[in-house]
């Protein structure tokens, strides 16, 4: 059996919070929900609240961009909260700023975050600001959601079938290109968290994680929450986005590692009992909603993926757990990730 | 006219918040609150939110403690709740942790973070995690206050009584023990955040802020905000800590320096209108709880202290801006604080 903690992630997240006592207005368990969802007492809706910092991805050089960067603090958190079904309240942010900073740079950074802000309808409440060596943003978003109605990555069944909210690999082909190809203008990665999918969702769905981690990351986790396995459908390489495959293909790179990498694309994955997928369908369409089908749930715990023409079962544990590795750099990751395909090929 | 922009870090807050829309159900403007405050709508109460990071304090040295640090990160978001009398709900939890950290070193840091929890009678509701080259924790925490009740800086009026919610100085004197003594066992420093003050404060007072960069900056930010002076009462050596009071007199650095230091204690400081005064105490006492009389709010918009003999007016503007001067460091620091002593001397 897949468990939770074989995810090195996982288990440092178990470790840093097993002394703590939870809250009992607490609805959701760990691991279980993108955003933390509490219960507001006399009220017609619950909280949800999320926190991530943007510090690796600067570090790694992953993202330069002043106004990427503003874009991002705000988009990684709103994508936690599209994934709960939450509807944003707004944010707080936490600059650590070098001292060495331009007025401009800064600028671009604030517009970044403004234009995100603008884009998710939702507003910076405030903030709080350091001066250090490095660049770190820290965002913590609330919103809310109607009572009971959230979200959770819980609860999918074998034979569901299993969506995005839109074509994927965009994170990845965005990272090869910016970290390993000198061609730097083709891309343009500023993806938008999927809030309007949260009133559809809370109708039909039966579990839903955003993709940050990736596609495999994600299917992955819900595999080990739920003890379903998945299978991609056949043509899975339908479900790509086009320039990225394009990008990976040019380089001469295995399309499939667009599934596989780190960085995902903030679209949400989730999953439709097999019963409810014409209404569900139905309704997408009339709200001019995209669902891309992506494969189903299985009894059998495994991801499994038509490669090199036949069935394979792809050892997202180990994927996963690359980011870890003693001396993680992005160069020796992609490597790692290639070593992976060549022994599906053989 | 003393001017909020006058202070530096003001001038920051409002460079980075001038872009930013501002949320049309935020209740409080820029720098009116010591936490932001949110409407929400068809229920019986309203929203606090507040981050701050701890970096700066664990780079020059000044937390080193493990257990201080977790403690710490949770406390300093409290106080900002405590300020504007909200309950508080939890908090949410992002760390950025050299990889070189022992699990020892990170079960005490988690421990500061659990007890500082259950001393507030709050819970970590969730994180973040990253890896990085130093240690950095942000907290956000999120409370709810009686619809309309919060507590805000401004209302304060030329006559009103100020008070703390204890005696203060231990934040300045744990400050110069840690970082310029050898002796490093005689203080202890874990503050508590001030939340059981909020309920009588909702009902009397006219204006409160949280002391985190000590009595001076309280109070410099208050007299800012509306329009007021402060006059420290004539024996305002009664309102300092035993403990620092003596530290400070082994160590022949003038008392008042403890008012004066940026590092705080977070002790609430609160002002009440003359006329409520009364009942104010009567309805403390009953509760055990202990305020400390500060002074008065005064017409004159100066901050004027008895010392040396004679009623002096001191240039807090000068004091507060001096964290902000190139190559800031802590020595330094009170070299200047020191050369302000010597001109108030003469």
Chains 1, 2 share one sequence.
Not at 62 to 67: F, G, H, N, T, V
Not at 241 to 251: A, P
Not at 260 to 274: K, M, S
Request: with cysteine.
């Amino acid at each position: 059996m897949h468990q939770l903690k074989d995810i090195i992630e996982n288990k440092i997240i178990n470790d840093l919070t097993k002394s703590f006592h939870r809250s009992p207005k607490q609805l959701n368990k760990v691991h279980e929900t993108d955003a933390e969802i509490i219960k507001l007492d006399n009220s017609p809706y619950d909280l949800a609240i999320t926190i991530d910092t943007i510090s690796e991805e600067i570090k790694t050089g992953l993202y330069s961009d002043p106004y990427q960067i503003g874009w991002m603090s705000v988009m990684v958190n709103m994508s936690d909260l599209a994934a709960v079904s939450a509807a944003p309240i707004g944010l707080v942010i936490s600059q650590i700023l070098p001292n060495e900073l331009s007025e401009e740079y800064l600028d671009k950074i604030q517009s970044g975050i403004n234009d995100a802000c603008n884009k998710c309808g939702t507003f910076v409440l405030g903030g709080d600001t350091n001066f250090g060596d490095e660049l770190i943003i820290s965002g913590c978003a609330i919103g809310t959601i109607e009572k009971g109605k959230y979200l959770k990555r819980v609860g999918c069944k074998a034979g569901d079938k299993i969506y995005t909210s839109g074509t994927v690999g965009t994170g990845n082909a965005y990272a090869f290109q910016k970290l390993f190809s000198k061609n730097d203008s083709q891309f343009v990665y500023h993806p938008a968290a999927k809030l309007e999918w949260g009133n559809i969702l809370k109708k039909y769905s039966s579990s839903c994680i955003d993709t940050s981690d990736g596609i495999l990351s994600s299917l992955d986790q819900l595999m080990r929450l739920n003890n379903v396995g998945f299978k991609f459908r056949n043509d899975w390489d339908k479900v790509i986005d086009r320039s990225s495959e394009q990008l990976f293909g040019n380089n001469h790179l295995p399309i499939w590692l667009l599934l596989a990498g780190e960085h995902g694309e903030f679209e949400l994955l989730f999953t439709i009992p097999a019963e409810k997928k014409l209404g569900f369908l139905k309704e997408a369409c009339h709200l001019y909603l995209k669902p891309i089908y992506l494969g189903e749930a299985t009894e059998d715990q495994k991801i499994s993926l038509n490669l090199y023409n036949q069935e394979q079962s792809l050892d997202t544990e180990k994927i996963r757990n690359l980011t870890f590795e003693k001396d993680f750099s992005p160069f020796k990751y992609l490597q790692k990730l290639l070593e992976i395909d060549q022994e599906l090929k053989n």
